[in-house]
């Protein structure tokens, strides 16, 4: 088991005020396992992850959670939740997924797997966008 000191738990607060939160299974190795993604409305800043408005949880693909950043994927003018994984093996490879989220749903736009090591994942995202 990992120790919950290696667990990747980053959160990025979203253009419309609410907070996303993604982090790596509990007590999963770094390299296989799943990870979530979580909405906080954020309406109380003393508590802001009181409020859960939605989430989901994934099965990663091979590699650790890189980074987490805002995209506009599919073009419409609002940001998706792009997550980046970094496989551990001879190459480094990266995939990435892509989250659109609207007042109460999150839902995957787009999966990459398999890019170079210097790829840029966002670019691969914008060309399979569901």
Same mark, same amino acid.
């Given at each position: 088991m990992a120790a919950e000191a290696d667990r990747f738990v980053q959160k990025i607060k979203l253009p419309s005020g609410r907070?996303? &939160?993604?982090?790596? @299974? !509990?007590? +999963?190795p770094r390299s296989i396992g %799943?990870?979530? &993604? =979580?909405?906080? %409305? @954020?309406?109380n800043p003393d508590f802001p992850f009181e409020d859960y408005v939605v989430g989901v949880i994934r099965a990663r693909p091979e590699g650790y959670i890189e980074k987490?950043?805002?995209?506009?994927?599919? @073009? !419409?003018?609002? !940001? +998706?939740i792009v997550v980046i994984f970094r496989c551990v093996g001879t @190459?480094? /490879?990266? %995939?990435? +997924?892509? /989250?659109? /989220? !609207?007042?109460? =749903?999150? /839902?995957?736009?787009?999966s990459v797997e398999g890019l170079e090591r210097n790829a840029n994942p966002v670019t691969a995202l914008k060309k399979v966008k569901k």
């Open positions: 907070t996303a &939160v993604v982090a790596d @299974g !509990d007590y +999963e %799943s990870y979530s &993604v =979580r909405i906080y %409305s @954020g309406q987490i950043m805002l995209a506009d994927i599919d @073009g !419409d003018g609002h !940001d +998706e @190459g480094q /490879f990266l %995939s990435a +997924e892509a /989250f659109a /989220f !609207d007042k109460e =749903r999150l /839902f995957l736009r787009a």
